[in-house]
């Protein structure tokens, strides 16, 4: 019998046996070779490739099959595989992350090494949006709405109070507490009337005829007046149109900002005569 040689070692391999070139025969490995008669014989290692597991967890995530979490088997160098995301409350998925010792650096669809490999999912608070609105006043940087993105059950921050001529800033409503509502929240400043205010707005609204005679082209803005300050408009003119009846272009300034001003443009008609000779 002719002794064999150690198994050799192949990383990511198990070694089969050996295969005689000139006979074709395979011998396992263990096994002895009988005597031969030929000067000169081959032998060539045969390899089975290895296969490994891969496991993710969810970390605090549910998989579709109601576990937390999920193995695949994958071969040696074969790219590491991507698991359905799992689901996790209020939470979005940033990134798996590889907890072995020795391959933190590895990545889903890296090569996969010659060993089992954990990855656990990495979480982050989902964020919704908040909106604040001065409702008719203004924030200190002269802004009429502020919106922030919150994560969701963290309190959200308070922007500076609006101010509003004439009036005191008494709050916000709804009240304003933590991010509970994945639509998001608004908010709207509340306003009382300052007994000690010498000035109070007054609003001046536009309007503007269209060619089928309705007024469908409007805006709305605001000015301050001193209380109880007569006050009076001088619209600018506009080509082709005129002020109309309807216009509101004078009155007292109320301390409760209740005056409205109105400018009705009115389109202009003319008269076209065609003469027609004999």
């Known amino acids: 019998e002719i002794p064999l040689p150690e198994n050799p070692v192949r990383k990511g391999y198990t070694f089969l046996g050996w295969n005689d070139a000139f006979t074709g025969v395979f011998y396992e490995a263990g096994q002895s070779v009988g005597l031969f008669d030929t000067e000169v014989r081959s032998f060539s290692a045969e390899w089975e490739i290895n296969s490994y597991t891969v496991t993710f967890k969810g970390n605090g995530g549910i998989f579709d099959d109601g576990q937390n979490s999920v193995k695949f088997t994958v071969k040696y160098k074969d790219p590491i595989p991507s698991p359905d995301n799992p689901y996790f409350e209020h939470h979005d998925l940033t990134k798996w992350i590889c907890i072995t010792e020795g391959y933190e650096h590895l990545e889903i669809g890296n090569p996969m090494p010659a060993c089992d490999l954990v990855f656990v999912a990495d979480w982050q608070l989902k964020k919704f949006e908040v909106v604040f609105d001065a409702n008719m006043g203004v924030f200190p940087d002269g802004d009429t709405v502020k919106m922030f993105n919150v994560p969701y059950g963290e309190r959200i921050p308070l922007p500076d109070n609006p ?20 639509n998001g929240k608004k908010f709207y400043a509340q306003w009382q009337s300052d007994p000690e205010a010498h000035e109070a707005e007054y609003s001046i609204e536009t309007h503007i005829m269209d060619i089928e005679g ?5 805006t709305k803005t605001f000015a301050v007046g001193a209380i109880g300050e007569y006050v009076k408009l001088d619209p600018p003119e506009k080509t082709g149109f005129s002020i109309g009846e309807k216009s509101v272009l004078s009155g007292i300034v109320a301390e409760d900002g209740s005056l409205v001003l109105k400018v009705y443009y009115e389109r202009n008609k003319h008269v076209l005569r065609a003469l027609v000779d004999s």
């Open 163 to 182: 101010s509003r001529v004439g009036y005191l800033f008494g709050g916000w409503s709804p009240e304003v507490g933590v991010m509970d509502e994945e």
């Open 214 to 218: 309705n007024y469908t082209d409007s």
